[in-house]
């Protein structure tokens, strides 16, 4: 919901107002389809990013007043500082240089509760590159962190 952020770190501007009409027309389609259907809703992903919680509370206040009870909340907070990253144009990308902190974790779920958004997930806090996928492998992330279903390469696997 900053189009500074959005402009600075993924040369998206326009961002904010995109994701939010989207957002609205996507919940508006649901709503055609099955207006008695409560249970269907869409899932927004907000990343958290170090250093910016400002923007997330700007997110969490939008959602708390457009759409929490139409939609469920997904707070990710695997951001992961990249060393050495550049832009297309070959500059240094200026992306934060830091792992979330449990305080600023803890201060989201405060703001989680103050806004009563009450259906959503939240992931855990884990620091550590463990969140960064090596798509060279058959199963691109830690094996602690998932199960392969299926691979683009071969057949499905632990299929249940």
């Known amino acids: 919901m900053d189009s500074e952020i959005a402009g600075r770190y993924f040369n998206a501007p326009d961002y904010p107002e995109t994701a939010a009409n989207a957002i609205l027309k996507m919940i508006d389609i649901v709503n055609k389809k099955s207006p008695e259907n409560t249970q269907e809703k869409i899932i927004i992903r907000h990343l958290i990013l170090p250093g910016y919680l400002d923007s997330t509370r700007a997110v969490l206040r939008w959602f708390a007043d457009n759409i929490k009870t ?8 695997q ?8 832009t297309k144009s070959g500059e240094k990308a200026p992306m934060p240089g830091r792992y979330l902190t449990a305080e600023d974790y803890e201060t989201v ?4 509760k103050e806004f009563e958004i ?3 997930f939240c992931q855990e806090l884990v620091t550590g590159s463990d969140w960064l996928p090596d ?3 058959p199963n691109p992330f830690s094996s602690e962190l998932s199960v392969p279903v299926w691979h683009y390469g ?4 632990n299929r249940t």
């Open 70 to 77: 139409q939609a469920k909340l997904s707070l990710m907070t």
């Open 79 to 86: 951001y992961t500082p990249i060393p050495n990253r550049f």
């Open 109 to 112: 779920l405060y703001w989680v």
């Open 118 to 120: 009450e259906e959503g």
């Open 135 to 137: 798509f060279k492998l």
């Open 154 to 157: 071969g057949t499905p696997k």
